[in-house]
């Protein structure tokens, strides 16, 4: 738990303005199983005002390989689906920010592939992408800085050049063992 700045505001109260240069997955995908995939992001793309929303939508659509699905209600998606509509409702708005929480969560492996070669498009066009995972390996393979944060608080910040992932899970492990979480006593030795 904890907040997220943006220009210095809180972006839970800063209102639609700056909510709308963030992109967001979360473990509720945020979707409407009564609509189908395209009549969801037309809901999302106007209230995010994208422009030439058709053609946003074909777009997201095929990049997240869901544009063969568009007429289809998302209550028949499998999980892997949800997911990939989700991602696609995230970067509809080309949003400057990503914020991805376990965002693999149900991808099959081309999804997964799919979703990398989606990170570091995004990474290269000079946008923020935060990624939180319990994978690791893949973390660190997807990420170019890796952080944890702990008690509220970061307690690591490096770049992922040279860090192993076997290096990484012993610095993780004597992170979250010296340093108490909020209502946690540290662990003893």
Not at 114 to 143: C, F, K, P, Q
Request: net charge negative; no cysteine.
């Amino acid at each position: 738990s904890g907040s997220v700045k943006l220009g210095g505001q809180e972006v839970q109260q800063a209102g639609h303005g700056l909510r709308r240069h963030i992109g967001f997955v979360s473990h509720n995908p945020l979707l409407y199983d009564s609509l189908t995939a395209e009549e969801n992001l037309i809901f999302f793309g106007r209230l995010y005002e994208v422009p030439e929303l058709s053609q946003r939508i074909n777009v997201v659509l095929d990049r997240v390989g869901l544009l063969h699905r568009r007429k289809d209600l998302v209550r028949t998606f499998s999980r892997g689906m949800i997911q990939r509509l989700t991602i696609a409702r995230s970067i509809l708005h080309n949003p400057p920010i990503l914020l991805l929480d376990e965002p693999d969560t149900g991808l099959d492996q081309q999804a997964a592939d799919m979703l990398r070669g989606l990170l570091l498009d995004i990474g290269a066009s000079d946008r923020t992408v935060l990624l939180t995972t319990h994978n690791l390996e893949r973390g660190l393979e997807w990420a170019d800085r890796a952080l944890i944060l702990n008690g509220g608080k970061i307690r690591y910040d490096s770049l992922t050049d040279n860090l192993t992932p076997a290096e990484f899970r012993q610095v993780y492990t004597d992170v979250v063992a010296t340093v108490p979480t909020i209502g946690k006593e540290p662990a003893s030795s």
